[in-house]
């Protein structure tokens, strides 16, 4: 098993998509790229913590490629939105990937590269940030598998 970071808006979104996605054995939502341990959610909407929404995925890299997650990535959120997505406003809805290796690293950025060489979104610049990955912190249990519990079919309907 491997593991791979990103953050893409609001968690529960990402994680429906990725839960998906053959291949992937677990998506776990919670919060990384901050300063503070253990935060709560109503810490990490305030805004002072810097952590993004993120998910965590344990995946088979023989049935899944780091490659084919990054395209479910890119294709699941705008990455030209500065923290946000959609009506969600705040740095903690912030675009970003978090390597675990040098691999993950240099796919991320050659994805990113292709993304905009592919001139997608025109003018719009990509800000998704590639950042080293660091301290995951698990969200809450109520956030876990928050729309197939709540029988939602996408965050905002």
Partial sequence: ??????????????????????????????????????PTYEQVCSHTTGHAE?????????????????????????????????????SNYRSAIFYHSPE????????LAQLEKSGQYGQRKVVTQIVPAVTFYRAEEYHQNYLQKHGLPACHL
């Fill in 54 to 90: 993120a998910v965590e995925i344990k995946f088979d890299p023989g049935k899944v490629t780091y490659d084919q997650l990054l395209a479910v990535f890119w294709k699941i959120h705008d990455p030209t939105q500065r923290n946000r997505q959609g009506p969600d406003i705040g």
């Fill in 104 to 111: 993950q690293e240099a796919a991320a950025r050659a994805s």
């Fill in 1 to 38: 098993m491997q593991t791979a970071t990103f953050a893409a808006g609001c968690f529960w979104g990402v994680e429906g998509a990725f839960r998906q996605v053959k291949g992937v054995e677990s998506v776990t939502v919670g919060y990384t790229g901050g300063t503070t341990k253990n």
